[in-house]
T-cell receptor, first 115, second 116 residues
Framework: GAGVSQTPSNKVTEKGKYVELRCDPISGHTALYWYRQSLGQGPEFLIYFQGTGAADDSGLPNDRFFAVRPEGSVSTLKIQRTERGDSAVYLC?????????????FGSGTQLSVL | AQKVTQAQTEISVVEKEDVTLDCVYETRDTTYYLFWYKQPPSGELVFLIRRNSFDEQNEISGRYSWNFQKSTSSFNFTITASQVVDSAVYFCALSTRGGGGNKLTFGTGTQLKVEL
């Protein structure tokens, strides 16, 4: 597609459940990023992939959060045992090579609501 | 550690007014990059501009202009003759060469409301 695509756009789940959020980056972009945006805040970095590998996962809040990018394209963010505090918009972005200073292209995000 | 401060939480202006959005950053790195993104109600962050730390030239793009001043660690954004379509949340962000890839640190954003 022309831009970064995220599915679903909205996800409502119950506390304790497992969720998966999908990101389809711009074709050919080797770098992929996940951010989390809480209401009234700026996006906060979660994890960065260079190709298939997680080059920096320092932003993942705890071990309930995990992300994969098995073929270097689509990525899935997985959250186990969801908590109400996980409710936020999860944004995915991609860039061509991951070079510092490169422009990031963002998707529209997945609004996650944990009841 | 990096930090970006956008002290203005919300600004309301009447159409055709000029408006400046402030951004102050902190970093110990000598090489860094500054960005402005626009987030309309649809939620997608739209890239507006990038500046590297070695280029202090101000830039103008149509009704938009940016003033980068290293002496005050500021990277302010001015919209001239604002329009209703400019209503959005605007984020200033910073990345450094020391970070992984292009990890951005965002400010908390400024909500701009342009009314008729």
């Amino acid at each position: 597609g022309a831009g970064v695509s995220q599915t679903p756009s909205n996800k409502v789940t119950e506390k304790g459940k497992y969720v998966e959020l999908r990101c389809d980056p711009i074709s050919g972009h080797t770098a992929l990023y996940w951010y989390r945006q809480s209401l009234g805040q700026g996006p906060e970095f979660l994890i960065y992939f260079q190709g298939t590998g997680a080059a920096d996962d320092s932003g993942l809040p705890n071990d309930r959060f995990f992300a994969v990018r098995p073929e270097g394209s689509v990525s899935t963010l997985k959250i186990q045992r969801t908590e109400r505090g996980d409710s936020a918009v999860y944004l995915c972005a991609s860039s061509q090579t991951g070079t510092p200073g490169e422009k990031l292209f963002f998707g529209s995000g997945t609004q996650l609501s944990v009841l | 550690a990096q930090k970006v401060t956008q002290a203005q939480t919300e600004i309301s202006v009447v159409e055709k007014e000029d408006v400046t959005l402030d951004c102050v950053y902190e970093t110990r790195d000598t090489t860094y990059y500054l960005f402005w993104y626009k987030q309309p109600p649809s939620g997608e962050l739209v890239f507006l501009i990038r500046r590297n730390s070695f280029d202090e030239q101000n830039e103008i793009s149509g009704r938009y202009s940016w003033n980068f001043q290293k002496s005050t660690s500021s990277f302010n954004f001015t919209i001239t003759a604002s329009q209703v379509v400019d209503s959005a949340v605007y984020f200033c962000a910073l990345s450094t060469r020391g970070g992984g890839g292009n990890k951005l640190t965002f400010g908390t954003g400024t909500q701009l409301k342009v009314e008729l």
